[in-house]
């Protein structure tokens, strides 16, 4: 009758009007407003294991958690208290595994540009500057310039190669390389 049965309440059926089939008139007060879900429930998602770092990671956290289980089975506990037991130390590990992916993320700039704008700061802050001082600076930053843009250049390539090669899709790389997400598409 309705696609959101929870939303139509006081369904009854009306025998005044006769008609010749079985047909029958019906009356139901609908809800406009959705029903509230219950904040109890809700609980974050752990997300799936991609890299294999992170599925090392995550056997190696349940190795450490399996000789506490091992004690509690030999207590001869009921099998609800383990089985709640065991998924609260799924959980766990998943959710530690998450912290160290999320510490984990991609470098596009080197370790050579970093160690140039490194060298690139200490000369524009030293006071006085020597006329060598000042050529290297000079140098440094069109160094620092041209290895940046290399390394984003890189980083770009390797992305839109990685997406062409696994999913045959460049609108999937250029959205993952997108930095910026206008709020309102239409408003440009």
Do not use: G
């Amino acid at each position: 009758m309705s696609p959101n049965p929870n939303t139509v309440t006081n369904v009854e059926v009306l025998n005044k009007i006769s008609f010749p089939s079985d047909h029958r008139i019906v009356r139901s007060t609908i809800k406009i407003q959705k029903p509230k879900l219950n904040r109890r429930s809700f609980k974050s998602v752990p997300n799936k294991l991609k890299s294999t770092k992170e599925k090392s990671s995550y056997l190696e956290n349940l190795k450490k958690i399996l000789p506490r289980l091992q004690e509690f089975v030999k207590e001869n506990k009921t099998v609800q208290s383990f089985s709640d037991k065991l998924e609260d130390a799924i959980t766990k590990s998943l959710k530690s595994d998450e912290k160290v992916s999320n510490m984990h993320r991609e470098k596009i700039i080197s370790e050579d540009s970093q160690n140039l704008i490194c060298r690139r700061t200490e000369l524009m802050f030293t006071k006085k500057k020597s006329k060598e001082m000042r050529e290297e600076l000079k140098m440094l930053f069109k160094q620092s310039n041209r290895s940046i843009k290399r390394d984003y250049a890189n980083h770009r390539t390797e992305i839109i190669e990685k997406n062409m090669s696994t999913f045959r899709s460049s609108k999937r790389a250029l959205k993952e390389l997108s930095t910026h997400k206008n709020w309102i598409q239409s408003l440009n």
